[in-house]
C-alpha cells in the first residue's frame, strides 16, 4: 500500500470535519478515528512490504514547480517507516484520549488530524521545500490547539511555541536556501544535494545554522524553554503529540537534512591565528571564524563537540529540574527535555551503533512521553482537577483510579530504561555510540538516567502511593465511602494498552525495528556522514 495515503487520508479527514453540522462531537471524534486507524494501517502496510536494505523507495515524484527545480518527491527508508509508524501509534492514541472533547470537537479533531498530515509528510518528503512546507504545516495547528483548547497560561505557552518554533523554521530556511544557491540553483531534491561537494567553509556555517534550527524544536538546551510550558498548557492529546512526535520532527531534521547535506560541518576547526589586536582581529575574521574561535578558547574543536555537550547537559538539566517540580506535569515535561537529549547525543556520536540508538529513542520516547502525558493529564487531572503533587499524595491515588496507578508505573519503569522495554535498548546503543567517542560525556549521561529513577520514583509515590485512605477525603468520595471520581473508560484503556504493548514489544524485540533502521544508514545518502564519523 503506498505510504502516501498515510497523508492523504489525514487532509481527506480534515476536509469531512469541517463538513459535519456544529455540535456533533460524536460523529467528529469517529470520523478522526477512522482516519487516524486507516493511517496506521497505510503505515504498518508499508513497514510489512518494505526490504531490509539500504535502498530508498520512491513512492511519488513529480515536477511541481519546474522553473526552480521543485519537485513532489516522497520517498522512504527505514527511518522514514520507524517515525512513521510511531506517528500512526501516536495519532490513535491520542484520538483514544480526547474521547471526552465536547466544546467545538469538529474544530479540534480538524487540526488535530491537519498536524498529523503535516508530520507524516515531513517523514516522507525527499524534495527539501516540500519538508519544509509540510514542516509549517505541523506546526501551525498546534498552536491552535494549545491556545483554544489549554489550560494554565494557554496563550503565552502557544505564542512561545509558535515564535521559537518560527526562529528555528527561519533559520532553516536561510541554510537551505544558500545550499540551493551553492548548488547552482537548480534542484531541491535531498537525493542530489547530498551528492554535491559544497565547500568545507560554507559547511561549517550551514550547519550549525540548519541543525540548531531544527534543534530548537527538539528541546536542545538551553533553546528548550518552550518544551515543557507548552507541555503544561496543552490538552492531553496535543501533549501526547507535542512530546510524541513533534519534538522528533526537529531530532529527524538535523538528522536528514543537517547532518546529510554538511557532514564537514562536524570536522574538526580549522583555527586562523588572530592578531594582537582584538578589535582588529575580529573584524578581519567571518562570523562564523569568530564564533568558532570563541568555542576553541573554551576547550573545544568542532561544531560535534559543542552539540555532544549542549545534549548531555540537557539530559542531566532535565532530569535535575525534574526532580524538584511540584507541578505533575511539570515532571513529565522536564523528563521530556532530558530523553530528548539521548536523541541529540546518539545523532552526534557519528557511529552506526549510536545513530540507530537515537532513531530507536525517538520512536521509544514518543511512545512512552505519550503513555506519560495520557495518564498526567486525562486519567489523573481531568478527574481530580489538580496537578499539584502535594494534593495528590493524600489522595492515595492507587485505590480510587488503580488501572491508571498500573499504567503509570509502567510506563515509569520503561522511562526508567528497565529491560524488556524499549528505553533500555535505545539508550544502551546511544551511551554506547558515546562512549566510543567520548567516554566522559557518556558517564555523565549515565548520571543523568540515575536522576531521572529518581525523579519518576518520586513522582509515582507523590501522585499514587499516599499514606491515607481515600475515604477520609471527603472532596473525593460520596456518603457511601465510594469514589466520586470518574472511571477510566473503554477508550482510555484501549489506548494505554496500545502504548504499553508498543514498548514492550520493541523492548523484547528490537530487531523488529533496527532491521528497518540499521540498512538506512548503509545508504549512498548518508556516504558523507560515514566518512565523517570514520565508519
Given amino acids: 500500500m503506498n505510504l502516501a495515503w498515510t497523508i492523504y487520508i489525514s487532509f481527506i479527514g480534515v476536509a469531512v470535519l469541517m463538513l459535519l453540522p456544529r455540535g456533533n462531537a460524536r460523529a467528529a471524534r469517529s470520523v478522526a478515528l477512522v482516519a487516524a486507524v486507516a493511517g496506521f494501517v497505510c503505515a504498518l502496510a508499508g513497514a510489512f512490504q518494505a526490504k531490509a536494505g539500504p535502498e530508498i523507495e520512491t513512492i511519488a515524484r513529480t515536477s511541481w514547480i519546474p522553473s526552480l527545480g521543485i519537485e513532489y518527491h516522497l520517498a522512504s527508508d527505514g527511518i522514514s517507516l520507524t517515525l512513521v509508524l510511531l506517528t500512526g501509534l501516536a495519532a490513535i492514541a491520542g484520538i483514544l484520549f480526547s474521547w471526552n472533547i465536547e466544546h467545538r470537537a469538529k474544530e479540534f479533531f480538524a487540526f488535530y488530524l491537519a498536524l498529523i498530515g503535516g508530520v507524516y509528510g515531513v517523514f516522507l518528503s525527499f524534495d527539501l521545500f516540500l519538508l519544509f512546507v509540510f514542516y509549517e504545516l505541523a506546526i501551525i495547528p498546534k498552536y491552535f490547539i494549545i491556545a483554544i483548547w489549554g489550560s494554565t497560561r494557554k496563550e503565552y505557552a502557544a505564542m512561545k511555541l509558535a515564535l521559537y518554533s518560527f526562529v528555528g523554521s527561519a533559520m532553516v530556511l536561510i541554510g537551505l536556501l544558500a545550499a540551493y544557491?551553492?548548488?547552482?540553483?537548480?534542484?531541491?531534491?535531498?537525493?542530489e544535494l547530498a551528492r554535491f561537494p559544497f565547500p568545507a567553509d560554507f559547511q561549517m556555517w550551514a550547519f550549525p545554522l540548519v541543525f540548531v534550527g531544527f534543534a530548537i524544536l527538539a528541546g536542545l538546551w538551553p533553546f528548550h524553554t518552550w518544551a515543557p510550558t507548552g507541555h503544561v498548557a496543552a490538552p492531553t492529546a496535543a501533549s501526547m503529540l507535542l512530546a510524541g512526535v513533534v519534538m522528533k520532527l526537529g531530532a529527524y531534521g538535523c538528522l536528514r537534512v543537517a547532518m546529510t547535506l554538511f557532514p564537514h560541518g562536524l570536522d574538526t576547526w580549522a583555527i586562523q591565528p588572530y592578531a594582537p589586536g582584538i578589535i582588529r582581529s575580529l573584524l578581519s575574521h567571518s562570523l562564523s571564524a569568530n564564533i568558532q574561535w570563541a568555542f576553541h578558547l573554551?576547550?573545544?574543536?568542532?561544531?560535534?563537540?559543542?552539540?555532544?555537550?549542549?545534549?548531555?547537559?540537557?539530559?542531566?538539566?532535565?532530569?535535575?529540574?525534574?526532580?524538584?517540580?511540584?507541578?505533575?506535569?511539570?515532571?513529565?515535561?522536564?523528563?521530556?527535555?532530558?530523553h530528548m537529549g539521548f536523541v541529540l547525543l546518539g545523532l552526534v556520536t557519528l557511529n552506526e551503533i549510536g545513530l540507530s540508538g537515537a532513531v530507536l529513542q525517538m520512536f521509544s520516547h514518543g511512545i512512552i512521553a505519550g503513555l506519560l502525558f495520557a495518564v498526567v493529564g486525562r486519567m489523573v487531572y481531568d478527574r481530580t482537577h489538580t496537578r499539584d503533587l502535594g494534593e495528590l499524595q493524600p489522595m492515595n491515588l492507587s485505590r480510587l483510579i488503580p488501572f491508571a496507578a498500573v499504567t503509570?508505573?509502567?510506563?515509569?519503569?520503561?522511562?526508567?530504561?528497565?529491560?524488556?522495554?524499549?528505553?533500555?535498548?535505545?539508550?544502551?546503543?546511544?551511551?554506547?555510540?558515546?562512549?566510543?567517542?567520548?567516554p566522559t560525556l557518556a558517564v555523565i549521561a549515565g548520571v543523568g538516567i540515575l536522576v531521572g529513577v529518581?525523579?519518576?520514583?518520586?513522582?509515582?509515590?507523590?501522585?499514587?502511593?499516599?499514606?491515607?485512605?481515600?475515604?477520609?477525603?471527603?472532596?473525593?468520595?460520596?456518603?457511601?465511602?465510594?469514589?466520586?471520581?470518574?472511571p477510566i473508560s473503554t477508550p482510555e484503556r484501549i489506548g494505554a494498552a496500545m502504548l504499553m504493548g508498543a514498548a514492550l514489544l520493541i523492548g523484547l524485540c528490537p530487531r523488529l525495528l533496527l532491521d528497518l533502521i540499521v540498512p538506512s544508514f548503509k545508504s549512498p545518502l548518508f556516504d558523507g556522514l560515514r566518512k565523517a564519523g570514520g565508519w
Fill in 181 to 191: 544557491v551553492v548548488a547552482g540553483s537548480k534542484t531541491m531534491n535531498l537525493l
Fill in 298 to 338: 573554551l576547550g573545544f574543536s568542532s561544531w560535534r563537540d559543542v552539540f555532544s555537550v549542549l545534549a548531555v547537559i540537557g539530559i542531566v538539566y532535565g532530569a535535575m529540574v525534574a526532580l524538584v517540580q511540584k507541578d505533575f506535569k511539570f515532571v513529565i515535561g522536564y523528563s521530556s527535555v532530558s
Fill in 408 to 438: 503509570f508505573t509502567v510506563a515509569s519503569v520503561a522511562s526508567m530504561g528497565l529491560p524488556g522495554f524499549s528505553g533500555f535498548v535505545a539508550e544502551l546503543q546511544v551511551l554506547i555510540g558515546a562512549w566510543q567517542t567520548s
Fill in 454 to 486: 529518581a525523579y519518576t520514583l518520586r513522582a509515582l509515590q507523590k501522585a499514587f502511593f499516599g499514606d491515607q485512605e481515600p475515604a477520609a477525603l471527603p472532596a473525593l468520595t460520596a456518603g457511601n465511602g465510594h469514589s466520586e471520581l470518574e
